[in-house]
T-cell receptor
Framework: AQSVTQLDSQVPVFEEAPVELRCNYS??????LFWYVQYPNQGLQLLLK??????LVKGINGFEAEFNKSQTSFHLRKPSVHISDTAEYFC??????????FGAGTILRVKS | DAGVIQSPRHEVTEMGQEVTLRCKPI?????LFWYRQTMMRGLELLIY????????DSGMPEDRFSAKMPNASFSTLKIQPSEPRDSAVYFC?????????????FGPGTRLTVL
């Protein structure tokens, strides 16, 4: 069975600083990887996804993630965060293309 | 497109009452998912449908929970009888199949409080 571990429950960071949100997964087969963002009192929306090809994936709002098969990781990065990036971020894995398994989430708190 | 529509947005009920949550997926989508989000357990997949047929209901916590999808534009999640531990935010999501992995589009959620 697939599982996802998000290593940090909360990440505080100052505005305009870089940030990395960590995600590790476990699976015995090839996987598809996703990052979703949830703003307060809203549903989740897709930030980016890795299906195949280039291991560096660019998403919306200046976020990017790098797939590392040997380390089974899919960390999310942004070089300079804004107050509006304050939200909860979920890493997810899929094997069969439709059923997602989510991590516990990481709350990103951007401080001015 | 209006996106995935869920109703009600908030529901407060008393223990033992029946609760029905509703979802209208995005037109043309052939997959529909029901999730539950709590602080303790995070985001859990309860059940999902493909072309209105339930495919995997292994996440449904117990017999008090049931879900239906009578047609491509409507689904319900029912809890009968409700218990305080059912308090959570329930999300509906939909997607369509193409040659690659598809994106799930989430509704705004229904916040359920069982007193």
């Amino acid at each position: 069975a697939q599982s996802v571990t998000q290593l940090d429950s909360q990440v505080p960071v100052f505005e305009e600083a870089p940030v990395e949100l960590r995600c590790n997964y476990s699976s015995s087969v090839s996987v598809y990887l996703f990052w979703y963002v949830q703003y307060p009192n809203q549903g989740l929306q897709l930030l980016l996804k890795y299906l195949s090809g280039s291991t560096l994936v660019k998403g919306i709002n200046g976020f990017e993630a790098e797939f590392n098969k040997s380390q089974t990781s899919f960390h999310l990065r942004k070089p300079s965060v804004h107050i509006s990036d304050t939200a909860e971020y979920f890493c997810a894995v899929s094997v069969y293309g439709n059923k997602l398994v989510f991590g516990a989430g990481t709350i990103l708190r951007v401080k001015s | 497109d209006a996106g995935v529509i869920q109703s009600p947005r908030h529901e407060v009920t008393e223990m033992g009452q029946e609760v029905t949550l509703r979802c209208k997926p995005i037109s043309g989508h052939d997959y529909l998912f029901w999730y539950r989000q709590t602080m303790m357990r995070g985001l859990e997949l309860l059940i999902y449908f493909n072309n209105n047929v339930p495919i995997d209901d292994s996440g449904m916590p117990e017999d008090r929970f049931s879900a239906k999808m009578p047609n491509a534009s409507f689904s319900t999640l029912k809890i009968q009888p409700s218990e305080p531990r059912d308090s959570a935010v329930y999300f509906c999501a939909s997607s369509f199949w193409d040659r690659e992995i598809h994106e799930q589009f989430f509704g705004p959620g229904t916040r359920l409080t069982v007193l």
